[in-house]
Structure formats: C-alpha cells, structure tokens
C-alpha cells in the first residue's frame, strides 16, 4: 500500500470545486519538518505545485493560484484537503498528494523519486 493515497472525484463540471484528499498512511500529519503538499501534472506537461500545510497549519500557496485553491487538515484522521474552486478545463490533471522534505520545499524539485507520494488521481473537467 502507497504512504498516501489521493481520493476524490475523476470528473469535474466546469465552475465547480474540486475537492480532493490525501491520507497519510506512514506519518502523523501533526510531525515537524514535514510539509503536505498537493502538486499535479496537466496533460503533456510538467509537474506544477499548488499548496502545502506543515504539522502546525501553516499553508502556502502557489501564486499562479492562490485566489482559487484552499488546504486545510483533519490530524484526527491524518488526512488533508485541497479545494480548487471555479476549476476551467485547464485544471484537468493528474493530481498528486505528497509529504515533502525541506530540501525539495527549499529549492522546489519536484521529483517522485524523492520523498513520498502519493499515486495520483486523474481528474477531468468537463460538461
């Protein structure tokens, strides 16, 4: 079984709110040095991070789309949460969540080799 395992909806109707979450299977979302992290990948692109939340809450957002998207936790159930809202048929991707180290945090490599991810989900937007 994966460390973290994404679950959420495959398709997505255009202005609506993606809501998807990770569980950590492997690490208490409430343990230091860690940043929980969801990234994707659009179709024939690289991968793009989006948000992350560490062990006392606190989140960071991508710039690029920060006025869209929301993470918050639930540390009963080791789990968090992206919402991505009024999504366009750009945001169709394979969605990943991660638990990230300081280093790629640091320096932003992205790199599934590296740390732990999750298996993605594939998530459509379409009418």
């Known amino acids: 079984q994966a460390q973290l395992q994404e679950s959420g909806p495959g398709l997505v109707k255009p202005s609506r709110t993606l809501s998807l979450i990770c569980t950590d299977f492997a690490v208490t979302i409430t343990t230091n040095y860690y940043f929980w992290s969801w990234i994707r990948q659009p179709p024939g692109k690289g991968l793009e991070f989006i948000a992350y939340?560490?062990?006392?809450?606190?989140?960071y957002y991508s710039p690029s789309l920060k006025s869209r998207t929301s993470i918050w936790r639930d540390t009963s159930k080791d789990q968090f949460t992206l919402h991505l809202f009024a999504v366009t048929l750009e945001d169709t991707a394979v969605y990943y969540c991660?638990?990230?180290?300081?280093?790629?945090?640091?320096?932003?490599?992205?790199?599934?080799?590296?740390?732990?991810w999750g298996p993605g989900l594939q998530v459509t937007v379409s009418s």
């Open positions: 939340i560490t062990s006392n809450g606190t989140t």
């Open positions: 991660a638990r990230l180290g300081l280093d790629t945090i640091t320096t932003m490599t992205l790199d599934q080799t590296r740390d732990s």
